[in-house]
């Protein structure tokens, strides 16, 4: 029997992801196993980073597969949209409210043995809720209301609540993400742009100027070694420690800038260390392979006749590439310093189970895909024949035989 492509992309999507979430724990032990101390290796050995980031894993895989057995359509039920919105919210809110302080932010809920980091769900529900808001929509997108007031009115909610957790980088992720579905949809880009210009001296001002941090963060990116203060350390240890890699790198396990040299190795810079330990070939071939996942995304995106559909697997799959490629680009030196971890691979369980229920979700629309292919009835057009594509709006009620695959 013939393997239809929404299978194939199916399978490369679980092969990049088991790849990268394995290296992704080879990693975190190279950087936490082995304890640190005054510059050189203090002896101890620890597995608690890597017992938890599995424990993360295996949390996110079975809520991933519970979401691509349940399907895509259920995400059309305005009641699952203001569950998963509302969580954002509340979760949001109570970390303003009782959440711990690490660093000046204040981002995380203390659960006893975990941190929950309510940004990371609010990333998974504005993807739920523009896609659906967008989705229903349909011709009417259009329009200012249905178009960009709606779903920019989502975001404001949602990225305002994250923005008050000092979590610039989530916030940027999801403006991405947002801009991205929109033109997906085909809001009206000429207000879209109008709006955004508006708006453009107010973001720099909040994005650089607004806090000393961002200041000092924005210099050293300008100016790394002539510019004091942590950002500016952080860069030098990273350029440092991806020099020393060279081409081959100086081995696994061997580097080292992680001896209590280089700041957040196993989190937001942790993509260093695998410079370090595998060269310029490794770090390329983390990069390849977010690349390659962004493609097969947006392949599973591009398949998906259903606008609501497309609209999840644009969002999902911005998200994840969004956050791994300015990952990359910060620890480089290519972009200014934001608390964005590299996804499934830096420690964060929180960060990491929420990027396998976005696979989860990818692989809801590509297995809604396979079974729309297999239910179309076959046509007799000759060989060469083109078919106009036609995305189908949201219907008022949810169908109900998606998920049953």
């Given amino acids: 029997m013939t393997m239809d492509t929404s299978t194939r992309l199916r399978i490369a999507l679980a092969v990049i992801v088991a790849a990268l979430c394995g290296f992704g724990l080879v990693m975190i032990a190279s950087t936490t196993v082995i304890g640190t101390a005054g510059g050189r290796s203090d002896g101890t050995v620890t597995y608690a980073f890597l017992v938890k980031q599995g424990l993360a894993m295996a949390g996110g895989l079975l809520l991933a597969l519970l979401i691509s057995k349940v399907g895509a359509a259920r995400l059309r039920d305005w009641r699952m949209v203001g569950l998963v919105f509302g969580a954002a919210i509340a979760s949001l809110l109570a970390v303003l409210a009782v959440g711990r302080s690490i660093n000046g932010a204040k981002r995380w809920i203390d659960l006893g043995p975990v941190n929950l980091q309510p940004a990371e769900i609010a990333k998974f529900a504005i993807v739920i809720a523009v896609a659906w808001l967008l989705g229903r929509a349909a011709e009417r997108v259009r329009t200012f209301k249905h178009g960009l007031l709606l779903p920019v009115g989502a975001f404001i909610l949602l990225a305002g609540l994250v923005y ?21 949809a085909g809001a009206p880009w000429g207000q879209l742009c109008a709006m955004g210009a508006a708006a453009l001296p107010l973001l720099a001002y909040v994005a650089v100027w607004e806090v000393s941090y961002r200041r000092e963060r924005f210099f050293a990116f300008l100016d790394p070694w002539n ?11 990273s350029f440092i420690a991806i020099g020393s890699g060279g081409t081959t790198g100086v081995g696994l396990g061997e580097g080292g800038a992680k001896l209590a040299f280089l700041p957040e190795r196993h989190t937001d810079f942790i993509y260093a260390v695998i410079c370090e330990e595998f060269g310029m070939a490794g770090g390329i071939g983390v990069a390849a392979a977010f690349l390659a996942l962004v493609v097969v995304g947006l392949m599973i995106a591009h398949q998906s006749r259903d606008l609501h559909r497309r609209l999840l697997a644009t969002g999902a799959v911005m998200i994840l590439g969004t956050q791994a490629f300015w990952n990359m ?33 990818l692989d809801a629309c590509a297995r809604a895909n396979a079974r729309e292919l297999a239910d179309r009835p076959l046509t007799s057009k000759p060989i060469g024949a083109t078919t106009t594509r036609r995305l189908t709006p949201v219907p008022t009620r949810r169908p109900t035989t998606e998920g049953a695959a």
């Avoid at 008050?164 to 997906?184: C, I, N, R």
């Avoid at 510019?227 to 240890?237: C, K, M, N, V």
């Fill in 164 to 184: 008050l957790t000092k979590d610039l980088g989530s916030v940027v992720v999801m403006g991405v993400v947002l801009l991205a579905m929109m033109l997906m």
């Fill in 329 to 361: 680009l910060v620890v480089t030196g290519s972009a200014p310093t934001k608390g964005l971890t590299l996804p499934f691979i830096s420690y964060g369980g929180s960060s990491v189970a929420v990027c396998i229920v976005l696979i989860g979700l």
């Fill in 227 to 237: 510019s004091e203060g942590p950002a500016a350390y952080h860069l030098q240890q």
